[in-house]
């Protein structure tokens, strides 16, 4: 049974969600929207607020995203989307994020509290530091990033902030003009750190772990993104390249290769760089995530073939821009 279609344009103007004032609005009358909730056709998704089940996202970043939605049909005064639900709705990406609550901002609010699984914050807005995304009000890109950085662990911070400045969401002189505002404020050090370390060229969470693991296992920071060429052509983009190493490093994100072909295309791929004279060697999530003592073995091993390499250097590097 579909909605009747004025309450339908109404649900689809808000994301999916409306009130039980806007169903009887629509014609439905209390007896009618309770026996639609008892056959599952209505969900709850707070207070007088539902949706309909077969509008009901799988992905917990898109259920946490209506849920905002949803609070925000009951929520007086100006208000915006903050910390990881603005993240979420900027599209950064999220490691291991705690979606269990919203996280809005409003100013002279007088308290920070939470209530009816809402964070209430209260902090000062300047208007640049806030814009719309899909007519919901929410902190900019960059205060975004400086107020999630303040409130949750060092990784899940950086993989934020690369995600959104790979993304051209933001730069780091944006970050830098937020933090600065808000300095004195509580985790501004460890904003602090992730502004100064961030990248733009982490393409994925899992490259953003690498660079954490290299900086804490004392491995040079590479350089990323980086295209290297034979006297044939193309050969490779790198995750991360080690010019005076001679050395490509790869992060590999995949438990296993299900398509044969695939493995193939990389071992080939390796072969020539190798012929090139470049060294390789590849890194995976759960050492990264873990710092494990494996991604500095596996790199000065890397380092140390390639000083002892007899191989003839047969290969050029360029280096990319970073994305805009």
């Not at 208007?127 to 919901?136: G, S, V, W």
């Amino acid at each position: 049974m579909t909605l009747a279609p004025r309450l339908a344009a109404i649900a689809a103007a808000q994301g999916g969600a409306f009130t039980t004032s806007q169903a009887i609005a629509a014609g439905y009358n209390r007896d009618e929207i309770a026996r639609l909730r008892r056959r599952g056709s209505w969900v709850r998704l707070r207070h007088g607020v539902y949706v309909e089940r077969r509008f009901l996202p799988d992905d917990e970043t898109a259920r946490h995203l209506l849920q905002l939605r949803a609070a925000l049909l009951t929520l007086k005064g100006p208000i915006a989307a903050s910390h990881v639900t603005a993240v979420a709705l900027h599209g950064a990406a999220l490691l291991e994020p705690d979606l269990s609550l919203l996280h809005v901002t409003r100013e002279a609010a007088g308290t920070s509290r939470t209530s009816a699984e809402i964070c209430h914050h209260n902090a000062a807005l300047p208007t640049e530091h806030l814009t719309k995304i899909d007519d919901i009000l929410v902190t900019s890109a960059a205060r975004t990033i400086i107020d999630f950085a303040r409130h949750v662990s060092y990784e899940q911070a950086l993989v934020a902030a690369e995600s959104a400045l790979n993304q051209g969401l933001l730069t780091i002189a944006e970050l830098q003009e937020v933090l600065a505002f808000c300095v004195d404020w509580p985790g501004a050090r460890n904003a602090a750190r992730v502004v100064s370390f961030a990248s733009p060229y982490s393409e994925s969470p899992g490259e953003t772990l690498g660079r954490i693991a290299f900086d804490e296992l004392g491995v040079p920071q590479p350089d990323q993104q980086v295209l290297i060429f034979d006297d044939h052509g193309f050969i490779a983009r790198s995750d991360y390249y080690w010019k005076d190493h001679h050395t490509v490093g790869e992060f590999d994100g995949k438990k296993k290769y299900v398509d044969g072909d695939v493995l193939i295309k990389e071992k080939e791929r390796e072969d020539r760089l190798r012929e090139a004279g470049v060294e390789v060697f590849r890194i995976y999530w759960r050492e990264s995530r873990a710092k494990s003592p494996s991604v500095r073995r596996k790199a000065f091993a890397a380092f140390g073939r390639a000083e002892r390499s007899t191989v003839k250097r047969a290969y050029r590097a360029k280096f990319q821009p970073p994305p805009r």
